[in-house]
Every structure is written in structure tokens, then in C-alpha cells.
């Protein structure tokens, strides 16, 4: 069984800044893609994906502010987020594209989400 848990999170003031941390663990063959994302109401987006490679990608409305991370060893993604504006408040989610079996000697990948962390801006 496979769980991701995240930490961090919280209440900060606009302008500041916010780290969030998701650890990945179980019966993890691979992980391939780890990435952010957050829901606020109406919709959920992605905030930014780092792949095993570490090519980052990033939402429009975080390049420059937000900087996403990952220790392949330690299975985590780590999301530096500065710069907060109050748009950024949201439930923060983190997504792995992870592996548990191989068939036929091939990863099969999956998705696998955490339970989600309130970020929240707010003066």
C-alpha cells in the first residue's frame, strides 16, 4: 500500500512565504512524475510538476514565485512558495505517478494523491 503524506501548509500574511513537503512510501517500485496541485472552489489546477529527471514545469500564475524540488532517495517533493498573494489560497494537493508492479517486466505506473493541506493568505 502506498501513501503520500504531506506537510507544511498553514496561514501566512500576503507577501510571505510557505513550504509544503510530500513523502512518498510503500511498496515503491518507481516514481516517475511528483507534482502540486492545488483546488480551490469551482476548480483544481496544477501548480507545478518536477519529472525523475527534473524537468519543472509550472502554472502561469507561480513562475517565479514558487520553486518545486524533489530528493529521489527520500521519495518527496518539496514546494517553496514565496511571494503568496491571497488567489494562492487553496487546499494544496501532491500527486506521484509512482509504480508498484512491474508486468511483463515493464513499471506500471499509476497515480497516487496525498489528503491534501489548506494553504491560506490572508492579511
Known amino acids: 500500500q502506498v501513501q503520500l503524506v504531506e506537510s507544511g501548509g498553514g496561514l501566512v500574511q500576503p507577501g510571505g512565504s510557505l513550504s509544503v513537503s510530500c513523502s512518498a512510501s510503500g511498496s515503491i517500485l518507481s516514481i516517475n512524475t511528483m507534482g502540486w496541485y492545488r483546488q480551490a472552489p469551482g476548480k483544481r489546477e496544477l501548480v507545478a510538476s518536477i519529472?525523475?529527471?527534473?524537468?519543472?514545469k509550472y502554472a502561469d500564475s507561480v513562475k517565479g514565485r514558487f520553486t518545486i524540488s524533489r530528493d529521489g532517495a527520500k521519495n518527496t517533493v518539496y514546494l517553496q512558495m514565496n511571494s503568496l498573494k491571497p488567489e494562492d489560497t487553496a487546499v494544496y494537493y501532491c500527486?506521484?505517478?509512482?509504480?508498484?508492479?512491474?508486468?511483463?517486466?515493464?513499471?506500471?505506473?499509476?497515480?497516487?494523491w496525498g489528503q491534501g493541506t489548506q494553504v491560506t493568505v490572508s492579511s
Open positions: 519529472t525523475r529527471g527534473g524537468s519543472e
Open positions: 500527486n506521484a505517478e509512482l509504480s508498484t508492479i512491474r508486468v511483463f517486466g515493464s513499471f506500471r505506473y499509476e497515480d497516487y
